[in-house]
Nanobody, 122 residues
């Protein structure tokens, strides 16, 4: 089982940027596909983006296309989510997840971190 700890959330103005980090321990990160979900107030948790174990494949939802970038440094057991041009609707708790493959991650069937709050203000 892999343990995940997110960091980097905070308060930012519309149009600003944040970089979230997800540090993994317990297993070698390269064995896992990784992803980010988010949950806005009053809404269900939704998939945002994912990256394969080797980093060669990525997936993301249309609302973040061109603004969010997922990346990973397996040597540091860390996955990142660079978020640019942030919008009010990006406000949510962001969760890191790890799974044996991209499908497991996208389906939300992997391991989870505790989440980090991102708040975008006008």
């Amino acid at each position: 089982q892999v343990q995940l700890v997110e960091s980097g959330g905070g308060l930012v103005q519309v149009g600003g940027s944040l970089r979230l980090s997800c540090a993994a321990s317990g297993r070698t990160l390269s064995a896992y596909a990784m992803g980010w979900f988010r949950q806005a107030p009053g809404k269900e948790r939704e998939f945002v983006t994912a990256i394969s174990g080797g980093g060669g494949s990525t997936m993301h939802i249309d609302p973040v296309k061109g603004r969010f970038t997922i990346s990973r440094e397996n040597a540091k057991n860390t996955v990142y989510l660079q978020m640019n041009k942030l919008k009010i609707e990006d406000t949510a708790i962001y969760y890191c997840t790890a799974g044996e493959d991209l499908r497991t991650v996208v389906r939300g069937e992997g391991s989870w971190g505790q989440g980090t709050q991102v708040t975008v203000s006008s």
